[in-house]
């Protein structure tokens, strides 16, 4: 989950485009002021003189507070000005200084870390490499079909599999609709290869990035693989992997199961889901495990999390690549 310095280049200078285009519309909206309010270019032209004049009042006298009449005359200018555009029918903040992050000022850092708004420029950089955006395209909930779910059940006194589908649809549905009011709902989302267990999880990415969060998905093998890369090659460019990994308002981690199971990989996920738990960000988990499967498999705090933390869907049908596969013959 590293940038190069090619796409860190690429973020800083967005930054620096911005900063201009702001900088010109800012000059631009103050030449329009001195024009129509004369008054105004005045008393910026006194506030300047001022400024001078304490600058060079401080120079010389150090240690003394003379000061504070310079700024209370600066500070009664400023509310002139103020009163001068609401009279004149402007916004009262229309000659401040003007920012698409008022946190960081376009500039991406707050002091040495990076804003919020450079963490999601990372974000958008990582899937556009990664092309979840333009697989989300077709991979949603307008092109979801329940007709793939048999209406017959596969036993007796069980819904059928697409009763049990619609069901889990519902349900997601919710967990779209409260994902902002309720903060840090989990699922973990079980059945066989070709079920539709990663369609799922990318139509409920598409509705959650339409609406501007940060959605991180990996399969398993790529997650404890970007761990391992940041836990032993510390340093090498992938410094913010763990913090998008922890932060991040949804993490998708597709198959888990598949990779191959140690020590290392039981601490991580258990730090992974545990801190996400505790700071309430959600997390989508697919697996071909069952729920028993899943506590033989990993450690007891980790299954303990899944029963704790977790709504369980479990999805059951006919392998739908194959069915598709049939169907594009015919």
């Known amino acids: 989950m590293a940038l190069s310095q090619t796409q860190f280049q690429a973020i800083m200078d967005s930054y620096a485009r911005i900063r201009h285009t702001n900088q010109m519309e800012h000059q631009r909206r103050k030449e329009e002021i001195y024009d129509a309010i004369p008054e105004i270019r005045a008393i ?17 006298h150090p240690d003394t507070d003379g000061r504070s009449a310079l ?6 200018l400023s509310m002139e ?12 903040d229309y000659l401040d200084d003007i920012y698409q992050c008022p946190d960081c000022r ?13 963490q999601q420029h990372i974000l958008d950089v990582l899937y556009d490499q990664s092309n979840l955006r333009e697989l989300v395209r077709t991979e949603n909930f307008r092109h979801f079909r329940l007709d793939y779910y048999s209406e017959r059940p596969e036993r007796e006194g069980c819904p ?11 349900r997601c549905r919710r967990f779209i609709d409260t994902f902002e009011a309720v903060p840090g709902d989990n699922l973990l989302i079980s059945g066989n290869t070709g079920v539709g267990k990663t369609f799922l999880a990318n139509c409920i990415a598409a509705e959650l990035l339409e609406k501007g969060h940060s959605v991180i998905y990996m399969t398993a093998h790529q997650f404890f693989s970007e761990l391992a890369d940041y836990t032993f090659r510390r340093n090498q460019g992938n410094s913010d992997t763990l913090t998008f990994l922890l932060n991040c308002d949804l993490l998708i981690i597709d198959d888990l199961g ?6 290392f990989i039981n601490s991580q996920l258990f730090l992974c889901i545990n801190e996400r738990i505790l ?3 959600s997390t989508i988990i697919s697996t071909n495990l069952s729920l028993k499967q899943l506590s033989q498999a990993y450690t007891e705090r980790i299954s303990s999390r899944f029963i704790e933390s977790y709504e ?13 596969a049939v169907s594009s013959l015919d």
């Open 258 to 263: 598949t990779e191959l199971n140690n020590g």
């Open 106 to 118: 376009d500039t991406g850092y707050i002091g040495q870390e990076k804003c919020h708004c450079f």
């Open 279 to 281: 700071h309430k960000k």
């Open 71 to 76: 700024r209370s005359e600066i500070y009664e």
């Open 312 to 324: 369980y869907f479990h999805i059951y049908g006919e392998d739908i690549r194959i069915k598709k």
């Open 44 to 60: 910026d032209e006194k506030i300047a003189h001022i400024s001078i004049e304490a600058a060079k009042y401080q120079l010389f």
């Open 81 to 92: 000005k103020v009163n001068l555009l609401a009279v004149h029918h402007y916004p009262t």
């Open 160 to 170: 059928s599999p697409r009763e049990n589908m619609r069901e889990i649809l519902a």
